[in-house]
Nanobody, 123 residues
């Protein structure tokens, strides 16, 4: 199983960025997906989750609600995180994760993890 996240970079406050995570080695359409981040010196934090069938079956951390949007394309085996109005406190390594259980991804207890992509928000 491989989860390859990419799309991170250095942006300024207020900018937007879209992360992608391409998944292989499992039946993508049967797995719920999430994004989790770890900021420098801080513990890992749940960001967003989306159920296997996508659509509006999503959940967000309060810190990103209204600014971030998680979505998925099952045909492309890819989950996305659209990040708008970025703030310096969004600086972190962002990881995608997969699990058959929506409760597991929401609780940051996913079975499979990607390698992470770095997002830096700084002026």
């Amino acid at each position: 199983v491989q989860l390859q996240a990419f799309g991170g970079g250095l942006v300024q406050p207020g900018d937007s960025l879209r992360l992608s995570c391409v998944v292989s080695g499992l039946t993508f359409g049967s797995y719920d997906m999430s994004w989790v981040r770890r900021a420098p010196g801080k513990e890992r934090e749940f960001v967003a989750a989306i159920i296997w069938r996508g659509g509006t079956n999503t959940q967000y951390a309060d810190s990103v609600k209204g600014r971030f949007t998680i979505s998925r394309d099952n045909a492309k085996r890819t989950v996305y995180l659209e990040m708008n109005s970025l703030k310096p406190e969004d600086t972190a390594v962002y990881y995608c994760a997969a699990d058959p259980s929506f409760n597991a991804v929401k609780a940051d207890r996913a079975l499979y993890w990607g390698q992470g992509t770095v997002v830096t928000v700084s002026s």
